[in-house]
């Protein structure tokens, strides 16, 4: 495949999860994973390490994404600082730590996780679907910090940055609007990607791709960087312009397609 198509795909991965970045509060990685395992070996990345490359170079990938995300809901004040900074106390932490367990693990163990919970989201939001996303239960601040575990665990095993379970945990046990719960998540998402990229690159002197920093591989994380940063502002100004209940319905298209993805992975 020319050197310069690849490039372009690249753009358009990171502008398509840019988009969802600002739009559903997540970090992109469910779109990024599937993809790099296709693109990966069009740049020579070979298969006994795609695995661990294309999990590092997606939440390295994501931070412009979430990152850019969360500035722009910063700008329009849709961001629950306190909620935010808790739940990513949690989240970091395994997320660092993770990661050094993960690279020792069969591939499968992360995509089941990942699965498992997409499915259980889907069939809350499903029930959901025609009225105001309301808390269920409405717990103390400080459980988000335990909620952060399961964050962190999530995005350093799978490659994504756990939005797809910060928004509605956030709605469903935090008394945040919907809206409300994808702007915080964005800095959630953020400051996890940042924290499990970073031990990742720790773990990659292992590694010998081309064109790759650690596990993370520049030659797709930077055109796709791009792509994202330009995508999270289109998507930030769609989620602010359209109802709630527009915003809930193309999120659970989302997770619909992603589980159907992650399905036909195995």
């Not at 395992?37 to 412009?64: C, H, M, N, R, W």
């Not at 993770?98 to 499968?108: E, G, Q, S």
């Not at 992360?110 to 069939?123: E, F, Q, T, Y």
């Not at 409300?180 to 292992?206: D, H, N, P």
Request: positive net charge; without cysteine.
């Amino acid at each position: 495949m020319n050197e310069i198509v690849i490039i372009i795909l690249f753009v358009i991965v990171g502008i398509i999860a840019g988009t969802g970045a600002g739009l559903l509060g997540i970090g992109g990685g469910i779109i990024y994973i599937p993809s790099l395992y296709f693109l990966l070996p069009k740049i020579g990345v070979g298969q006994d390490e795609i695995v661990f490359v294309a999990i590092a170079t997606s939440l390295f990938t994501a931070l412009f994404s979430s990152g850019g995300a969360f500035l722009n809901h910063l700008k329009i004040k849709n961001v629950d600082f306190k909620k935010a900074l808790l739940f990513a106390s949690g989240s970091i932490i395994v997320a660092f730590f993770l990661p050094k367990v993960i690279i020792k693990l069969n591939h499968i163990y992360p995509k089941i996780i990942l699965l498992l919970l997409m499915i259980l989201v889907l069939i809350r939001f499903l029930f959901d679907r025609k009225k105001e996303m309301k808390s269920i239960l409405l717990l103390n601040d400080y459980y988000l910090i335990f909620f952060g575990f399961l964050i962190g665990a999530l995005s350093a095993s799978s490659g994504i940055g756990g939005g797809v379970v910060a928004v509605p945990a956030l709605a469903l046990f935090f008394g945040l609007s919907f809206k409300r719960a994808i702007g915080t998540s964005t800095l959630v998402v953020f400051l996890t990607l940042l924290t499990s990229s970073y031990s990742y690159w720790l773990l990659g002197s292992s590694f010998h791709s081309s064109g790759s920093f650690g596990l993370i591989n520049l030659s797709a994380a930077l055109p796709m960087a791009v792509g994202a940063g330009l995508g999270s502002v289109f998507g930030t100004k769609i989620a602010y312009k359209y109802s709630e209940k527009t915003v809930k319905t193309v999120f659970l298209i989302f997770l619909l397609v992603s589980i159907i993805k992650i399905i036909s992975s195995f």
